[in-house]
């Protein structure tokens, strides 16, 4: 398979790790719950959740049905809960699915309740209390205690969870999240009395790192299950092992003489002879723009400034007056990842966005090519499985 100008590797093992690691800090009995939604992050969905199930992963969380679908698999023992709003042929999709929904209002409780009884299906529920997020959910417990008990009555419907999400927990010196894991604790309480087969669940990564008594039943981690901090710093500090490298590789390398430019608006010209290396890479791969001027590369275990303007193909690295820079030419050049001992992390390329680690690697285009190290094996399950069935028969 030919890798093309930019790839994305992904060590599937390494969100197995970390999900094996992020299971170590719940106590018996509390559920993990991976977050995949988005692609897994820019990671690729299905071979994340692969990953996260190997690791310990009992749930899948997505944010649609469309999602849904990418994971939904008889190989991944792992219920699946769709996190965003539905409506029309989604909802009818999913119920037919089996996914788990998040409810917060009577009306669509109603609905849900309609179209099971039609399907003959039973439809999974998480009523929502939003306890400070300000999104979805409820945000008085009384209502969101009156909707529960309608889920319980309503013909079809099973009562599956509770949950909220917090705003604030990856900033530790914030007291808003105590507020708010008060406020669920409380309400959490009140329904397990009457209900205590429901799943309370309300933690992100960084409430899982931060604050035991926010696991409850089931914790739901996203970005740290992909080896990324939740509060923007050293992965490795947190013994988490980041799963993607993105790398590009040097096109060709001229000489830039003093004065000459490169790029748009010449936003770099050369104060003294240098060498300027391209690689293929640009803002329409996900390599944004505001990364001009802004970032290194790796290349040959060292690193080498960004110089110019970020094109939607290209972006330029100064590689210095030595006439060895020609023999770069051709060489891996690795934007997130390790090389030779020296590594970028995704957390250093927010820094520089002023933005966040999830934002970095959700970005990365369907033109970036995904490599997974454990690919050869899933690929040949499918393929056995696929033979199994009578697909390849001749």
């Known amino acids: ?17 970390n999900c094996v690691r992020l299971c170590s800090e719940l106590r018996p009995g509390v559920e993990l719950c991976a977050v995949v939604k988005a692609d897994g992050y820019g990671h690729g969905a299905f071979m994340s959740a692969s990953g996260a199930v190997a690791g310990g992963a009992t749930w899948l969380a997505v944010a649609s049905i469309q999602e849904a679908r990418a994971v939904i698999d008889e190989r991944l023992p792992a219920r699946v809960l769709v996190l965003g709003p ?36 039973a439809a999974r529920v998480h009523i929502k209390l939003d306890t400070g997020m300000g999104r979805l959910g409820i945000r008085d417990p009384q209502r969101a205690t009156e909707l529960v008990a309608h889920a319980v009555a309503a013909p079809n419907v099973e009562l599956a969870g509770i ?3 917090f705003a604030t927990a990856d900033e530790p010196e914030d007291t808003f999240f105590g ?42 981690c996203g970005i740290a ?32 003489r003093v004065g000459e430019s490169v790029g748009y608006g010449r936003r770099f010209q050369a104060a003294a002879d240098t060498h300027i290396g391209l690689l293929p890479i640009g803002y329409g791969d996900g390599w944004r723009r505001g990364l001009s001027g802004n ?17 939607m193909d290209s972006v330029f690295v100064d590689l210095g007056p030595d006439p060895a ?15 030779n001992g020296e590594r970028i992390t995704a957390e250093e390329v927010a820094r520089r966005l002023d933005t966040i680690n999830y934002e970095v690697t959700c970005g990365f285009t369907a033109r970036v090519t995904r490599v997974y190290r454990d ?9 056995e499985d696929e033979y199994e069935d009578g697909m390849f028969l001749l």
């Open 1 to 17: 398979m030919s890798l093309g100008r930019a790839q994305a590797r992904v060590d599937v093992g390494a969100i197995e790790r």
């Open 86 to 121: 539905l409506r029309g042929t989604e909802t009818e999709e999913a119920v037919l699915a089996g996914v788990d929904i998040v409810v917060w209002g009577e009306d669509f409780l109603a609905y849900l309740s309609e179209l099971a009884q039609e399907m003959d299906k």
């Open 163 to 165: 949950m909220t999400h």
């Open 179 to 220: 507020a708010q894991l008060e406020r669920f604790s409380d309400w959490a309480q009140e329904i397990k009395r009457e209900h205590p087969h429901v799943i309370a669940h309300a933690a992100n990564s960084a409430a899982t790192l931060r604050e035991p008594a926010a696991h409850f039943d089931m914790v739901r």
């Open 225 to 256: 299950i992909y080896g990324m901090d939740p509060f923007g710093e050293d992965p490795s500090a947190r013994a988490l092992e980041p799963a993607l490298q993105l790398s590009s590789y040097v096109a060709a390398v001229k000489l830039c």
């Open 295 to 311: 970032a290194e590369v790796l290349i040959d275990g060292r690193r080498y400034p960004l110089v110019g303007t970020v094109s």
């Open 325 to 339: 820079a020609l023999a770069l030419q051709e060489l891996p050049a690795v934007l997130i990842g390790a090389q």
């Open 375 to 383: 690919e050869d094996e899933v690929l040949a399950e499918r393929e």
